[in-house]
């Protein structure tokens, strides 16, 4: 390199001014040119641009899309997933396995920037019939299931089963109800007790005339209501307490009237009812609807409703401790129909056989 040139380039060094700050020729300021200076970038990095990128990611991603036993994961229309229970045969019961099924097919949906909005429906001839007392799936859920962070599933005395409960039912059905994008739930014939928080977990309510409602937790299991304490905010003060003193059935008209669901139709209209007002909030801005369901959960949030599901939620767990003493089991069994009430006992006798001849 010559001498005289390496002095020039010493005696002006590179410009390090912000480029807003720059001029280019003849004084004029100098404009960014955004698109060519990320390309320019990714060729510098050896990448190829990808316009599409995060929904190239995802398509190459969905193969490994967990595979569901319980549950069905489907598109019916553009920009629309359905998550379907598909346990018929026990009428929807939700143990761990669908649980967790569900979670991650929420989860799912909502990582899919081509899905606007999520349904919410069951196989079969009924909705949902609440937690699945049968005990078939393993109780406790593992570490690699669990969304939380409480743990200690196996702790002894009720630390375990209290750990449990806000893990399979508190948290995982408020981070259902906080999912970013609408949910719509598609309810025909019977709910009963765990599946209302179900249903309540959805931004809408779509329900067959048929379908009713119960949460017989108070009335028959002696517990104070489900873990998802929404029912006063769902209908009213005064109807919630009767609903849950007498245990009685809430129809679906009844439920209408009372702001718990939003529209009812004919049984043999619900799929496609359902499907209609989803691919209608589907066409709207969807981080709009992400921005109108974050202030409306709020709102509710700001009234208390998080607090008074917390305290609800202790007072459930006492009434779990009562029946434990008394009953020698978190529910109070001698209510319950004589065909649960019998594969109940059955388990106890077989987890006091086991302990048994652990001590020995």
């Known amino acids: ?54 929904n190239e990611r995802f398509q190459r991603e969905e193969a490994a899309m967990p595979e569901y036993t319980q549950i069905l994961y489907e598109t019916p229309a553009p920009h629309v997933a359905r998550i379907v229970m598909n346990r018929p045969d026990k009428l929807n019961a939700q143990g761990n396995v669908m649980t967790y099924e569900i979670d991650a097919a929420f989860k799912h949906a909502c990582h899919d920037d081509d899905i606007h909005v999520i349904i919410l429906a069951g196989a079969g001839k009924h909705f949902n019939a609440g937690h699945d007392l049968t005990f078939e799936d393993p109780v406790m859920p593992t570490e690699k299931q669990a ?59 779509m329900c067959s005339d048929d379908a009713r409602f119960r949460d017989n937790t108070a009335s028959e299991m002696g517990v104070p209501g489900v873990e998802f304490f929404q029912h006063p905010y769902e209908l009213g003060v005064r109807k919630a307490k009767e609903w849950l003193f007498t ?37 709207n801005n969807p981080f709009t609807m992400k921005l109108v369901k974050e202030s409306m959960n709020k709102s509710q ?58 001590s020995v």
């Open 247 to 283: 245990g009685d059935w809430l129809s679906a008209a009844e439920a209408e009237r009372r702001g718990m669901v939003n529209h009812v139709v004919a049984r043999d209209e619900l799929p496609a009812r359902t499907l209609e007002l989803a691919e209608k909030i589907a066409a």
């Open 1 to 54: 390199m010559q001498p005289g040139r390496a002095a020039a380039v010493d005696r002006h060094p590179p410009d390090t001014r912000p480029l807003s700050g720059r001029r280019g020729r003849h004084g004029k300021p100098f404009r960014r040119n955004i698109a060519r200076e990320r390309k320019e970038l990714d060729a510098r990095l050896g990448r190829e641009h990808q316009v599409n990128s995060s």
């Open 147 to 205: 969304i939380g962070m409480w743990a200690q599933f196996d702790a002894p005395g009720w630390e375990g089963g209290y750990a449990r409960e806000k893990e399979v039912y508190l948290e995982i059905t408020e981070r259902w109800r906080n999912a970013p994008k609408p949910t719509i739930a598609e309810v025909q014939g019977a709910v009963v007790a765990g599946g209302n928080m179900l249903v309540w977990a959805c931004d809408l309510v």
């Open 301 to 358: 949030d700001l009234m208390g409703r998080k607090h008074a599901m917390d305290a609800a939620f202790a007072l459930h767990q006492i009434g779990h401790m009562q029946a434990l003493l008394v009953h020698g089991f978190p529910i109070d069994i001698t209510r319950l129909h004589p065909s649960l009430r019998a594969s109940i006992e059955q388990m106890k006798n077989a987890n006091a056989d086991l302990a048994a001849k652990a």
